[in-house]
């Protein structure tokens, strides 16, 4: 199994920045690829941002592009998120996710095996 933890989440001014990490413990040698999602009330569950665990390669959400990295560091088996230049439409509980194959695809829920609690973010106008 393994285990997801976020931290980093809160509240902040449009334009601002915050960064999102997400610790993972357990049997982290299985894990094939990390993504942060999102759900904004009302609103399903999306993918915001993914990273390949071996080579890094990373995909991004169209709405996130150009303010959001996500970033590894694989020694302290951390994930994590740099979010700039953020809107009030970026407010929602951020969750990291882990999967051993992405077998719908990165953007789908059901490609991951676990979750985190997750973390809020609030961005006022």
């Known amino acids: 199994q393994v285990q997801l933890v976020e931290s980093g989440g809160g509240s902040v001014q449009a334009g601002g920045s915050l960064r999102l990490s997400c610790a993972a413990s357990g049997d982290t040698a299985s894990t094939f690829y990390m993504a942060w999602f999102r759900q904004a009330p009302g609103k399903e569950r999306e993918g915001v941002a993914g990273?390949?665990?071996?080579?890094?390669?990373?995909n991004y959400a169209d709405s996130v592009k150009g303010r959001f990295t996500i970033s590894q560091d694989k020694a302290k088996n951390t994930l994590g998120l740099q979010m700039n230049s953020l809107k009030p439409e970026d407010t929602a509980m951020y969750y990291c996710?882990?999967?051993?194959?992405?077998?719908?695809?990165?953007?789908?829920?059901?490609?991951?095996?676990?979750w985190g609690q997750g973390t809020q973010v609030t961005v006022s106008s």
């Open positions: 996710a882990e999967a051993d194959w992405l077998r719908y695809g990165w953007t789908s829920q059901r490609s991951y095996r676990y």
């Open positions: 990273i390949y665990s071996l080579g890094g390669s990373t």
